[in-house]
């Protein structure tokens, strides 16, 4: 299904995340989306059925992909089973012998998948610092046909500036090739949300998500999506989803929908949250170096203000005394759960090198060894620096 594209007198964000694509049901009046849990539905008359298999088609499903499509600023978007899922349908828009650039700091699991999956059937793969636009340039080739971006990316919180590759892109195109012909633009706006940072505004082709996170917000759902406009791209990976089968079941959608309603006011806290723990964590003795957008001394800070609403929730830090040091505080703190993955209600806590990065051990990519990851919650703030205070004392310096 297509998503009403937004205009300039469509209902703000905050309206959008609970109205779009979430009417009331037409046979019952309920207002919230029901969880349309079937496999197949009856047909009146053999090819004229709206709906017939799930994996094509449901209901609960339709109304997640257009209301990602809605808060992204699309006219398209698709639900999958999981965000690696969903990263898996782009790589299948390329084929052997084209080219992908990406940022030199991406989640572990895009790293693996990009190197151990489609690497050995003949995708070329290589990393570039994207906040750098002449190493960007220098870096593209002619069969570059695909550039991924995650900013702020997972787990240094790097920052590209997505209307410079965008147009740094369609310059690369070249007099001799259609604008239609320039690699793709992808962005993994995970950790922004769109609510923080819409990339189809500032030139993006594709947006993709991991919305176990923040869309989500609870965790307790896996998923992923894609949102774009292009609608020959649309049909394709219409067809993929389909074709592959990496569909969320209605009940998985139905608690991203539930979790979106409440983004904006989530987003708010974990962003203010974020800000007041790395002022915090910036002025401790223990720690080395704090790595957040918001505060001014990140190279990256000026862009992540031009283009974000705020800052984020998230926030990396690299401790004194090493790796066991990091390993400490993580270990040893009591609100913030020692956990994989990020974006939801609760603080978590954890060490990339040994944990959600591992699949970057030993490649140009691999975390430092003494960084820490936060995925700052909604807790009250204080609670949490006087949390993080605690395990902090336990390093000897």
């Not at 990339?352 to 591992?358: I, K, L, R, S, V």
Request: net charge negative.
């Amino acid at each position: 299904m297509q998503a009403q594209p937004l205009s300039d007198d469509a209902p703000a964000f905050e309206t959008l995340a609970i109205h779009a694509g979430q009417s009331p049901d037409p046979a019952t009046g309920a207002v919230m989306t029901p969880i349309y849990q079937t496999s197949t539905y009856a047909q009146t008359r053999m090819g004229e059925a709206v709906y017939d298999y799930a994996r094509t088609i449901n209901p609960t499903r339709s109304a997640l992909q257009d209301c990602l499509a809605a808060l992204e600023g699309g006219r398209y978007g698709l639900s999958f089973a999981s965000g690696m899922a969903a990263i898996d349908a782009i790589l299948r828009l390329l084929k052997p012998g084209d080219h992908l650039l990406a940022s030199n700091d991406v989640y572990g699991g895009t790293y693996r998948i990009f190197t151990k999956v489609y690497e050995p059937y003949g995708l070329q793969f290589s990393f570039v610092e994207m906040g750098d636009l002449s190493a960007v340039r220098a870096a593209l080739r002619p069969n570059t046909r695909m550039v991924w971006i995650e900013t702020p990316t997972n787990p240094l919180l790097k920052v590209a500036d997505i209307a410079a590759i965008a147009e740094l892109l369609s310059s690369h195109a070249g007099p001799s090739r259609t604008s239609s012909d320039r690699p793709l633009l992808v962005v993994d706006n995970t950790f922004a949300t769109p609510y923080l940072q819409q990339p189809l505004k500032l030139g993006a082709d594709i947006v993709a998500h991991s919305v176990t996170k923040y869309l989500g917000g609870h965790s307790d759902v896996v998923g992923g999506a894609i949102i774009l406009n292009d609608e020959t791209a649309y049909n394709r990976l219409k067809f993929l989803q389909n074709a592959v089968g990496a569909v969320p079941g209605p009940l998985d959608c139905f608690l991203v929908l539930r979790g979106i309603k409440t983004l904006p006011l989530r987003m708010e806290r974990h962003c203010a949250n974020a800000m007041q723990i790395a002022r915090f964590l910036e002025s401790h003795p223990a720690v080395q170096q704090v790595i957040y957008p918001g505060l001014p001394a990140h190279p990256g800070h000026a862009v992540a203000a031009r283009q974000m609403r705020d800052f984020g929730g998230m926030i990396s830090f690299v401790v004194k005394g090493g790796a066991q040091a990091a390993r400490r505080v993580a270990e040893h703190t009591h609100i913030f759960a020692l956990a994989e993955s990020l974006g939801g209600v609760e603080s978590l806590i954890e060490v990339p090198a040994a944990m959600t990065h591992m699949s970057v051990a030993g490649s140009p990519l691999e975390a430092h060894p003494a960084l820490v990851r936060l995925s700052v919650g909604i807790e009250h703030v204080d609670d949490l620096i006087a949390d993080l205070e605690r395990a902090l004392s336990l390093i000897s310096i």
